[in-house]
């Protein structure tokens, strides 16, 4: 796998879903709840999550009686999002750089993060196209993104996570354009004790999302710095949530 493609190992690999088994299931669902609370959908919307991992956003949404489909690049995630799998709730193989449904769903989302990976411009177009032609006309788009700016200011150089008999040193740094974090796994339990990976996620910043979303006739409507939907603080927020609606055309 090329240096490119660095998420489809790191994102593959057992060590990944190890590192992050613990990440807080509650936050999500409450953070899906405040959402909905504010969007108001419609009952049996259809909705589309994006990248979607192993479905923690997608169930909250299915339990809420919501049309759910989620998509993720990888094949380990969607098994395991499968075993969730309902009559109003189902998961699919797929890369967002591709197309997926046309003018089918009522919401799409896209959570924590889950963008920025690619390597050129031209492929967070192509997702950011896939996005907005999966919704329908007048459908509503939300991102939820780190904020550049805080993550600068609150950036951990180094920490080591131990999980089980495995430990995780990792290193976090920035350039002009990305932010890194770097995994080495020690595995006492392992015929490769080593093994290292690089996340690398693109500084976007709001106005890169709303150039992106304006090429693709979505128009930003909210913006909102945390989980609790307060007002973005380009300083102070930890995240940067984005609302927008495809024109109706």
């Not at 490119?4 to 994102?11: I, L, S, T």
């Not at 690619?118 to 939300?142: C, M, P, Q, W, Y």
């Amino acid at each position: 796998m090329g240096k490119e493609a660095w998420y489809k190992d790191w994102f593959a690999s057992p060590y990944y879903h190890q590192l992050y088994q613990y990440r807080d299931d509650t936050e999500a669902f409450n953070f899906i709840n405040t959402l909905i609370n504010y969007l108001k959908p419609p009952p049996q919307s259809l909705m589309l999550d994006v990248a979607c991992g192993k479905g923690r956003h997608s169930i909250a949404l299915a339990e809420m009686d919501f049309q759910v489909t989620g998509i993720d690049l990888s094949l380990p995630s969607i098994e395991e999002a499968k075993k969730s799998e309902t009559e109003n709730l189902h998961f699919f193989q797929h890369d967002m750089r591709l197309p997926f449904w046309i003018n089918y769903f009522d919401y799409a989302f896209n959570f924590f993060t889950s963008f920025g990976y690619f390597k050129t411009k031209r492929e967070h177009d192509n997702a950011i196209r896939t996005i907005a032609n999966s919704i329908k006309r007048n459908g509503t788009l939300v991102i939820d993104y780190l904020n550049v700016h805080y993550a600068e200011d609150t950036m951990q150089d180094a920490t080591i996570t131990k999980v089980d008999d495995t430990e995780f040193h990792i290193t976090r740094w920035y350039d002009e354009t990305h932010f890194y974090k770097q995994i080495q796994v020690l595995d006492k339990n392992s015929f490769a004790p080593k093994h290292l990976f690089t996340e690398k996620i693109a500084k976007f910043s709001l106005g890169d999302f709303a150039e992106m979303l304006s090429y693709q006739h979505l128009q930003v409507q909210e913006i909102f710095g945390d989980y609790q939907l307060n007002s973005f603080d380009i300083k102070t927020s930890p995240r940067l949530i984005i609302v927008a609606k495809k024109a109706e055309r």
